[in-house]
């Protein structure tokens, strides 16, 4: 008697479970793209075990190579592979969400209210513990995705090059990739096993333990590459660029503030490779000098609401918009409120509808690339650089922490909150609500205190 063939991938990840884990995610995806892709990756291969740690790395590889924010891409990709296009859809959008909401309250207790004590105390305790959330990311990521440095040293100096490269000399990220991409074609050619693990059906006792998809389960109908499907989504993506931006132009005209937003916001979306970090600059650059919507410190105080909140970092976008609005008065004196909700909704939109057309439309040329080493390695390759990419946001933002002002000595109470979330993620195996939730007190205590004792 035959055995049936497997179900499909769709029928093997239920679909309730799905939806209340990509909820859950946009409202815990601290850190920044390294924290949050390491809660994905922690939740997702190792806990729950619905995808292998290769089909994981594989998929953040292609978001890696695309401009806009990776996490999310990649929050989009397994949500398509697992449940299709509305999978897909479902998952990228719960992923950003949950961030537009908080950002909106936020901007405006901002411009209401300016910073409040507390609130500057909660945020001195939130930052330390982002930090060592990217930092132990970074570490359980790492240890997962490179092997002993004496087996097969090349994915370590690939990871060191991107590290030395982009925080040692502040290189281009573009350049790292081209780098990892050049060196992966090589290896497909010369070397195809010193990028990683040779493909092998996994053992008996391995096979009690394999994800609900693993490295050998069969392509679902929906991940096969078809041309026409790739014409539909690429037309449909067109088309729901077009519509709102149409409907700017007959509202209010070229160079009207929102018009000028949407088009700025689909540059940045479409021309900045390298994820938040890469595309801050190019907006702060924008939005400061040339349309001048807001002020250099009003910018740094939304890049700070923006680390310390759920969601992608380029989620900032939306404070950008809402402050830019509310200073021009765009919809007049008597709705500033909804003036600014409406061009966060803008930026918000122009800035992540090119992040799902470039997941949808190119998911199933990548699934059909695994197990064919010209276009798997490169992409292999590519996922062994992100270690030194992660590696190098991480020593960023810790430097950030530590050492606020250049020339200032050490903060050393933000250094022991740093030590105290490690020790609270690793050997103590907290989650990320509670560890930001008792250093963001500690923070509110330390900043606060002096006053308080005052008053007594």
């Known amino acids: 008697m035959s055995e049936s063939p497997p179900p499909a991938l769709a029928q093997q990840v239920p679909r309730r479970q799905a939806f209340l884990f990509w909820l859950r995610l946009g409202f815990i995806s601290f850190g920044g793209p390294a924290g949050q892709i390491a809660i994905m990756q922690r939740?997702?291969?190792?806990?729950?075990?619905?995808?292998?740690?290769?089909?994981?790395?594989?998929?953040?590889?292609?978001?890696?190579?695309?401009?806009?924010?990776?996490?999310?891409?990649?929050?989009t990709y397994l949500g398509w592979l697992m449940h299709r296009t509305l999978g897909g859809v479902v998952a990228g959008l719960l992923f950003i969400l949950p961030s537009l909401v908080l950002l909106l309250v936020l901007s405006g207790l901002y411009v209401l209210y300016g910073h409040h004590p507390m609130a500057a105390g909660l945020l001195y305790g939130l930052k330390p513990a982002v930090a060592a959330l990217v930092l132990h990311a970074l570490y359980r990521l790492g240890c997962r995705c490179l092997e002993p440095p004496h087996r097969r040293p090349l994915p370590w100096l690939l990871a060191l090059a991107a590290f030395v490269t982009l925080a040692g000399f502040d290189g281009p990220f573009p350049a790292v990739v081209l780098l990892a991409l050049g060196l992966g074609w090589a290896a497909s050619r010369w070397a195809p096993s010193a990028l990683g693990r040779d493909e092998r059906p996994p053992s008996a006792g391995a096979q009690a333990h394999a994800a609900l998809i693993d490295d050998h389960s069969p392509l679902p109908d929906h991940a096969q590459p078809e041309r026409r499907r790739l014409l539909w989504v690429l037309a449909a993506g067109l088309l729901l660029w077009a519509l709102p931006m149409l409907l700017l132009l007959a509202l209010w005209g070229w160079d009207a503030t929102l018009t000028q937003m949407a088009a700025f916001f689909t540059r940045a979306a479409l021309l900045t490779f390298g994820g938040a970090y890469a595309v801050l600059p190019?907006?702060?650059?924008?939005?400061v000098e040339q349309h001048q919507w807001l002020t250099t410190a009003q910018m740094m105080d939304g890049l700070a609401l923006g680390e310390t909140t759920p969601g992608p970092l380029i989620m900032v976008v939306a404070f950008v918009a809402f402050v830019g609005a509310w200073g021009q008065q765009i919809l007049g004196p008597q709705a500033l409120l909804a003036g600014g909700v409406l061009a966060a909704c803008v930026a918000t939109w122009f800035t992540f509808l090119p992040s799902f057309v470039f997941i949808l439309a190119g998911g199933p040329w990548v699934e059909a690339s695994r197990g064919r080493p010209v276009y798997a390695l490169p992409l292999r390759a590519v996922?062994?650089?992100?270690?030194?990419?992660?590696?190098?946001?991480?020593?960023?933002?810790?430097?950030?922490?530590?050492?606020?002002?250049?020339?200032?000595?050490?903060?050393?109470?933000?250094?022991?909150?740093?030590?105290?979330?490690?020790?609270?993620?690793?050997?103590?195996?907290?989650?990320?609500?509670?560890v930001l939730a008792l250093l963001a007190l500690l923070g509110a205590i330390a900043v606060n205190a002096p006053a308080w004792l005052a008053v007594l």
Not at 282 to 287: D, H, I, K, S, T
Not at 411 to 431: H, K, N, S, Y
Request: proline share 5%.
């Open 43 to 75: 939740e997702l291969v190792e806990q729950r075990r619905w995808i292998s740690q290769q089909r994981f790395m594989h998929a953040l590889s292609y978001c890696m190579l695309l401009p806009g924010p990776e996490a999310q891409q990649l929050a």
């Open 282 to 287: 190019y907006v702060q650059q924008a939005a």
């Open 383 to 434: 996922s062994c650089a992100v270690i030194g990419v992660i590696a190098s946001l991480g020593w960023t933002f810790l430097q950030a922490v530590i050492w606020p002002e250049p020339r200032a000595s050490a903060d050393t109470l933000a250094l022991a909150l740093v030590l105290l979330a490690l020790w609270l993620l690793g050997a103590r195996r907290w989650g990320v609500l509670p």
